[in-house]
């Protein structure tokens, strides 16, 4: 589960390492593959074309501005550095909103219209009483002189509801209205209509459940929606995250001809009744990948790192697609 006890843990690793929030450790420590500073936890991934940057936006560390939405940038997808964070205080409704909310978790990124629209959850640990909210800007670049984050407010909420209101992912369906996935235990993963330009919800109502285990604790989360050749793809996070090197977090994907599903996994099996196709899971030292989005054709995922004694870090893979079902080649 995306927990801001989490991050406290961490950064306790981190300074045991000799590093700091938002800082990379010693060279000798660093994996082979991405450079820099890439502790970044459910990462919102924008991939860059034709030379401009790669951003990633990530959960808030509730020692660093207010716990606020973090941001990483890259010239080439290999080496990262911190860029900042989305506000330097939260907006004061969410803590009417959510009492004791501290870091704003699993943020989601898209752009309409050239606007961006960044999706975030605000709640705490292991209680539904959760809100996914919205800001615009213009730019993801905080070097930028027009990066200015506009509070949208509230997009769903699920306090006294049977669902939890956290892990936003949004897809357009075929005729490009917007929709958001959600959900984390409870009953399960959720869907609910937008509409541009707002972004905010079409009409009330309750949200359409797109996948459930059907068996407690229900460890499912993180949805995340890609259209791809006339179909759409369940992402999903399952089992349990935020543990360290004892985190059993994975990736597993189902389809549906409808964004509104039924979604089916690779048997046949509908992800209502715990289906599930596995896409990634741990390898090695590499542990508990999960809180995944994509970009292009790279999936962004965060996992424990042996090497780093336990912390969290960025990972990306490369999507390929084979007999209509993805893979992921994590090198």
């Known amino acids: 589960m995306r927990l801001a006890a989490v991050l406290a843990v961490v950064v306790l690793v981190l300074t045991a390492c000799g590093a700091s929030p938002g800082a990379a450790p010693a060279p000798e420590e660093r994996p082979a593959d991405l450079t820099g500073d890439f502790f970044t936890h459910d990462p919102a991934l924008v991939k860059g074309e034709d030379g401009d940057p790669w951003f ?5 560390n509730g ?31 969410l803590e009417a909103a959510v009492p004791g909310v501290d870091n704003l978790w699993a943020p989601e990124l898209i752009r309409h219209d050239g606007t961006w629209y960044l999706y975030y959850s605000a709640s705490t640990f292991g209680k539904n009483r959760s809100v996914i909210a919205l800001a615009t800007n213009t ?42 996935s959600f959900g984390s235990f409870w009953t399960g993963l959720q869907l609910v209509e937008l509409k541009w330009p707002t972004g905010l919800r079409a009409s009330p109502g309750d949200p359409v459940t797109i996948a459930d285990r059907k068996a407690p604790p229900n460890a499912i989360e993180a949805p995340y929606i890609v ?60 542990v508990g990948p999960g809180g995944q989005s994509v970009s292009g054709d790279t999936l962004a995922f965060h996992y424990y790192a042996e090497e780093l004694d336990g912390a969290f870090r960025l990972g990306l893979a490369d999507l390929e697609w084979k007999d209509g079902w993805p893979t992921a080649r994590w090198e």
């Open 63 to 93: 020692q660093v501005a207010d716990g606020n939405i973090q941001v990483r940038r890259s010239d080439d997808g290999v080496d990262w550095e911190y860029a900042g964070e989305v506000w330097q205080e939260k907006p004061a409704w």
């Open 227 to 286: 259209p791809h050749a006339g179909r759409y793809y369940l992402f999903f996070s399952r089992d349990f995250c935020c543990q360290g090197l004892e985190s059993t977090y994975n990736i597993a994907v189902g389809r549906s001809d409808s964004i509104s599903g039924p979604y089916l996994d690779a048997e046949g099996k509908e992800l209502l009744d715990g289906g599930g196709t596995p896409l990634l899971a741990t390898d090695g030292g590499r």
């Open 139 to 180: 730019t993801l670049d905080p070097a930028d002189p027009a990066y200015e984050w506009v509070d949208r407010g509230q997009v769903i909420s699920s306090e006294g509801e049977r669902f939890n209101a956290i892990d936003p992912g949004i897809a357009e369906d075929e005729n490009g209205v917007p929709w958001v």
């Open 56 to 60: 990633v936006y990530s959960t808030g």
